[in-house]
């Protein structure tokens, strides 16, 4: 599968991403790279950006553990209590949905993202 999200591994990408999203949407995944729940949300994740044609939405990935910094900063600037897995959508620097655990489905995100 062609990968169509990428990851964030400092402040500052998160930081341009952030900004970005007063042009575009920005969808976060919040990873936990031990957690089982968050394997299978990951996978929920890749399924739906699989299907995907709209290049307008940045896809992007966090592992927790591994960049505990950048997962806190997120949780700060987006005023949401940290959560793994977590996926949020952001425009304007205004988070429009989110959700956590089991309730990170291909159509939870279909419909978050899509309308």
């Known amino acids: 599968m062609l990968k ?8 500052d ?8 999203s ?10 936990s790279t031990a957690c089982p729940v968050s394997a ?4 929920e994740y890749e399924q739906y950006i699989s299907k995907i ?6 896809y992007l990935l966090v592992k927790v553990i591994e960049s505990r910094p950048i997962s806190n900063q997120i ?6 209590k940290h959560e ?6 952001i425009k304007n620097k205004q988070v429009t ?3 956590s655990h089991w309730k990170i489905t291909e159509s939870s995100l279909k419909q978050a993202i899509d309308g």
């Open 4 to 11: 169509k999200w990428s990851e964030i591994s400092s402040l």
């Open 13 to 20: 990408e998160w930081r341009e991403n952030w900004e970005a």
């Open 22 to 31: 007063g042009e575009h949407p920005v969808v976060i995944f919040k990873h």
């Open 40 to 43: 299978e949300a990951l996978r």
């Open 53 to 58: 044609s709209d290049t307008e939405v940045k």
């Open 75 to 80: 949780a700060e600037d987006c005023q949401v």
């Open 84 to 89: 793994s897995p977590q996926a949020l959508v």
């Open 97 to 99: 949905w989110s959700a």
